[in-house]
């Protein structure tokens, strides 16, 4: 599967806890987003990077969260302090510059107890 | 603030009948508007785009921009057709970070 990768598939950490997910993106495209996704809703946007540069922060992106794309290739998303209200799959997506397709990842599901 | 409202969760329809998913948007500027699905097990990936003008397995979608909706429409619904189905917006500034719907879960019954 040559598509975007996303590891872990499943988490479950106990609250108050610090987890870490990988984003592989399509090799050449540059563009990268993260988004979250509760239960009954659409995906909601959290950022995204162009290259190594992070353009765009959603205010649903809390202090408790950062990413990286530390060489404009993968990227890492990292919640600190994990709430019971993180508990969310949390979706990658990538795209070219100019395209206006994202193609997206299988996700990683975030169980925080 | 840019919206996208699915007024359905649900839609159950039997084979052969037509289908329409309905789509609503709120942004003052001109957007570009998605159709993505979800099969079961399967990633979110793109059904359509409003530019491309496209039918993608039988769906069509017209971008109304005086009743700001996006509904989509299929004419013979197939069992395969069964899914999730999540409405997106670009706001026009290229970022291409998708403001999504709710999403509609289509069930087609033989």
């Known amino acids: 599967d040559t598509g975007v990768s996303q590891n872990p598939r499943h988490k479950i950490t106990k609250r108050g806890q610090n987890v870490t997910f990988r984003c592989d993106p399509i090799s050449e495209h540059n563009r990268l987003y993260w988004y979250r996704q509760t239960l009954g809703q659409g995906p909601e946007f959290l950022t995204y990077?162009?290259?190594?540069?992070?353009?765009?922060k959603s205010r649903l992106l809390s202090d408790r969260f950062s990413a990286e794309r530390p060489k404009g290739s993968f990227s890492t998303l990292e919640i600190q302090r994990t709430e019971q209200g993180d508990s969310a799959m949390y979706l990658c997506?990538?795209?070219?510059?100019?395209?206006?397709?994202?193609?997206f990842g299988q996700g990683t599901r975030l169980t925080v107890v | 603030a840019q919206r996208v409202t699915q007024p359905e969760k649900l839609l159950s329809v039997f084979k052969g009948a037509p289908v329409e998913l309905k789509c609503n948007y709120s942004y003052s500027g001109s957007p570009e508007l998605f159709w993505y699905v979800q099969y079961s097990r399967q990633r979110l990936q793109l059904l359509l785009r409003?530019?491309s003008r496209e039918s993608i397995k039988g769906f069509t979608a017209d971008l109304n921009k005086g009743e700001t909706s996006f509904h989509l429409k299929k004419p013979f619904a197939q069992e395969e057709d069964s899914a999730m189905y999540y409405c997106a917006l670009d706001m026009d500034t290229g970022r291409r970070a998708l403001t999504f719907g709710s999403g509609t879960r289509l069930q087609v019954q033989p």
């Open positions: 997506a990538s795209s070219y510059p100019g395209g206006t397709e994202a193609f």
């Open positions: 409003h530019i």
């Open positions: 990077f162009q290259n190594e540069a992070q353009l765009e």
